[in-house]
């Protein structure tokens, strides 16, 4: 292969990376009106979706949330509700929206979904330090659960169908210490989950039925 052709392959393939990366960033967002309705009858404060919404990440993660779907912001821990109040009243209610309803229906790892609403809340406009905090306490307080599938130590002992759900143990004082810490523009995901173990007391208990 000449010189010149090697040129042209190397600005061809240069192209297409742009083109591909730039066609991903175009997609990455919400699509949906995030309109929610009150279901009157529900013992709790409920509401459900007046429309299908739907979440490109930026990895590429596709997340949907149906027409008609059930949500009641319970998804989030106590902690964060004491801190910031009703997600599902907040400035950011298109990702409390994902997440509520991520933890309801579990289609996707508890990680990846605290991830998605740590970037679908600076898409809404939160600042790095408000997302910072707020998946420190997801990380230390949030709902966890076990991966689908029969190799995981929950399956093997509770049945492969379970869907087993557990808070950590912590000591709310600790956690409410890491606010400030936590509120810093320049911490990564990684310093977040470092410093977050230092906090967790136990795994936590195993549940089947949904914790609220």
Request: hydrophobic content about 40%; some cysteine; overall charge negative.
């Amino acid at each position: 292969m000449s010189y010149i052709n090697l040129i042209r392959r190397a600005i061809l393939m240069a192209l297409l990376v742009s083109s591909y990366v730039n066609t991903n960033a175009a997609q990455t967002g919400f699509i949906g009106d995030p309109e929610l309705e009150t279901v009157e009858d529900s013992f709790v404060v409920e509401y459900k979706t007046k429309n299908e919404l739907i979440y490109h990440q930026s990895n590429g993660r596709v997340w949907i949330v149906p027409a008609s779907s059930l949500i009641d912001g319970r998804g989030f821990p106590r902690l964060y509700t004491d801190v910031y109040g009703q997600a599902l009243k907040s400035e950011y209610i298109k990702s409390a929206i994902f997440y509520d309803y991520a933890v309801k229906s579990k289609h996707h790892p508890w990680r990846a979904a605290q991830e998605m609403l740590y970037e679908g809340m600076q898409l809404e406009s939160a600042s790095r330090a408000d997302a910072n905090v707020v998946l420190m306490l997801l990380r230390a307080t949030g709902t966890r659960w076990a991966h689908d599938g029969p190799n995981n130590c929950f399956s093997r002992c509770h049945g492969p169908d379970a869907r087993l759900e557990w808070r950590p143990v912590v000591n709310d004082r600790d956690v409410l210490g890491l606010i400030q810490w936590a509120h810093d523009d320049n911490l990564t995901l990684e310093d977040i989950e470092e410093r977050v173990k230092t906090v967790i007391l136990e795994e936590g208990p195993h549940s089947s039925i949904g914790i609220r």
